[in-house]
């Protein structure tokens, strides 16, 4: 299976109709940069899709700070790009692979698998020397049918369920910074520390440059990782965790969830517990 597609595929094949480019840079920081870099200069025939705005829903009480788009909303969107059944898609960000990640994870959750990530983002675009624009192009509606694919995502009540039980066939993976995952710093959410049981593989650590590992880099990668268990990944709020999702399957991993309310939802129920590692946790772990 294709993850990425080069930016030189892109600049060859930029004008055919079949292609739809989605620009989907952010600043977790300041959300609205993105919008502000399209503005100024984007890829040409490319729309712009806003984290908040297109590919998340409003916070409420639970689902954490990121929930996932109503998917009508979400088609209807698309729809109006002229994305149907048999367009390319292509998600492109500044090379993070994080809010491309979440296009491509969406795209594919709805059915529409011909759907890549640009490998390298725009600072690669702009590498090359590519042309960009300002113009925001225009394109006749079309139809689009979605098909759930209820097997790419895992519930809170799925992950629950594995905390209560302990199932040892299911594995929850934090995609966050190591030190988020232990409890030694929290920039964000109210509560530090992680699920119970979830082992760490930092997202980052599968893409350098700006660009995705191999698929055999991302194999050795999660080599010690037994490929008949189930994976739920998560992170902070469902974003992060996206490239490491797409990580996993580039390793060949096929039983793979996204968890998308991730750790914020998860701290959302008070209830909940959280674990935390000292420097004798982890000593003691590394030992064994």
Request: hydrophobic residues 30%; glycine residues 6%.
């Amino acid at each position: 299976m294709e993850f990425v597609k080069s930016v030189d595929w892109l600049n060859k094949n930029i004008d055919q109709d079949a292609i739809r480019v989605i620009d989907c840079r952010c600043d977790l920081k300041n959300p609205d940069a993105g919008s502000e870099w399209y503005k100024k200069s984007h890829i040409p025939n490319s729309v712009y899709f806003h984290l908040e705005k297109d590919l998340s829903d409003p916070i409420s009480n639970h689902g954490g700070r990121h929930p996932l788009p109503a998917i009508e909303e979400f088609v209807h969107k698309l729809e109006n790009i002229g994305v149907g059944k048999d367009t390319t898609v292509i998600a492109y960000d500044n090379g993070e692979g994080a809010f491309s990640g979440r296009l491509w994870w969406l795209m594919n959750y709805i059915g529409h698998s011909k759907t890549y990530i640009l490998d390298g983002g725009y600072k690669e675009w702009l590498k090359k020397d590519y042309p960009t624009s300002q113009e925001v192009p225009a394109f006749s509606k079309s139809n689009f049918s979605p098909l759930i694919q209820s097997h790419m995502i895992a519930t809170y009540e799925e992950v629950l369920a594995l905390v209560k039980t302990k199932d040892q066939d299911k594995i929850l993976i934090d995609s966050r910074e190591h030190k988020r995952y232990t409890g030694e710093i929290e920039p964000i959410d109210k509560k530090k520390g992680h699920i119970p049981g979830a082992i760490n593989f930092v997202w980052t650590e599968g893409i350098e440059n700006g660009f995705f590992l191999t698929e055999r880099e991302q194999k050795n990668r999660f080599s010690s990782l037994d490929a008949n268990k189930e994976y739920i990944v998560y992170c902070g709020s469902g974003i992060t965790a996206t490239p490491n999702y797409i990580s996993l399957k580039m390793a060949g991993l096929d039983k793979v969830k996204l968890y998308p309310g991730s750790f914020s939802d998860w701290i959302s129920y008070e209830e909940n517990e959280i674990e935390t590692c000292s420097p004798i946790d982890l000593k003691e772990e590394n030992s064994l």
